[in-house]
T-cell receptor, first 115, second 114 residues
Framework: KAGVTQTPRYLIKTRGQQVTLSCSPI?????VSWYQQTPGQGLQFLFE???????NKGNFPGRFSGRQFSNSRSEMNVSTLELGDSALYLC??????????????FGQGTRLTVV | DQQVKQNSPSLSVQEGRISILNCDYT??????FLWYKKYPAEGPTFLIS???IKDKNEDGRFTVFLNKSAKHLSLHIVPSQPGDSAVYFC?????????????WGLGTSLAVNP
């Protein structure tokens, strides 16, 4: 069974640009969550999508947005990039949402560097 | 405001000894707790979990203990091996209607020395 796939693995962008990251969940998983990991802040929850609907949202500005397609693949978009957006962006998929079994399977992440 | 706190950023232990990683939480509504392990340049991988109806869960060398009155959980690794060297994240979740999301600690970097 293929794992969670995130593309691209590495990305360098300049301030003010926008970026789109992609995540393909494990086959059969309908819940996709996005996280930002920075050395000082740990894993910060961005949002979760389930069946193409945003179910949960973290405390990030509106520059961060996402969507999920009918095949459960998800994209995350960051507009007007700032230097502080440099981080490892992780995607996690799980089979169910809203239940006890919230075990999530993570992709390898996309390392975004904003210069 | 960190609802899940891992107060030790790093821990170093000798191979063969016990590693104890601690996690404190503030939200009494949390009813499910998980530990994840993360190697550099990889996503976190699930290690072990415990629900609030239990106080202990064991899986091989890994045991998680939950003390609800103290709002504290700990992960014990016995015996520790060099391959256990990684960042360990504690996460907690609560049922909010039909939605759950994981709240994460900042992680503890474990170094197991040969």
């Amino acid at each position: 069974k293929a794992g969670v796939t995130q593309t691209p693995r590495y990305l360098i962008k300049t301030r003010g640009q926008q970026v789109t990251l992609s995540c393909s969940p494990i086959s059969g998983h309908r819940s996709v969550s996005w996280y930002q990991q920075t050395p000082g802040q740990g894993l910060q929850f961005l949002f979760e999508y389930f069946s193409e609907t945003q179910r949960n949202k973290g405390n990030f500005p509106g520059r961060f947005s996402g969507r999920q397609f009918s095949n459960s693949r998800s994209e995350m978009n960051v507009s007007t990039l700032e230097l502080g957006d440099s981080a490892l962006y992780l995607c996690a998929s799980s089979f169910l949402t809203g239940y006890m079994n919230t075990e999530a399977f993570f992709g390898q992440g996309t390392r975004l560097t904003v210069v | 405001d960190q609802q899940v706190k891992q107060n030790s950023p790093s821990l170093s232990v000798q191979e063969g000894r016990i590693s104890i990683l601690n996690c404190d939480y503030t939200n009494s509504m949390f009813d499910y707790f998980l530990w994840y392990k993360k190697y550099p340049a990889e996503g976190p991988t699930f290690l072990i979990s415990i629900s609030s109806i239990k106080d202990k869960n064991e899986d091989g060398r890994f045991t998680v203990f939950l003390n609800k009155s103290a709002k504290h959980l700990s992960l014990h690794i016995v015996p520790s091996q060099p391959g256990d060297s990684a960042v360990y994240f504690c996460a907690a979740s609560a049922n909010a209607g039909n939605n759950r999301k994981l709240i994460w600690g900042l992680g503890t970097s474990l170094a197991v020395n040969p």
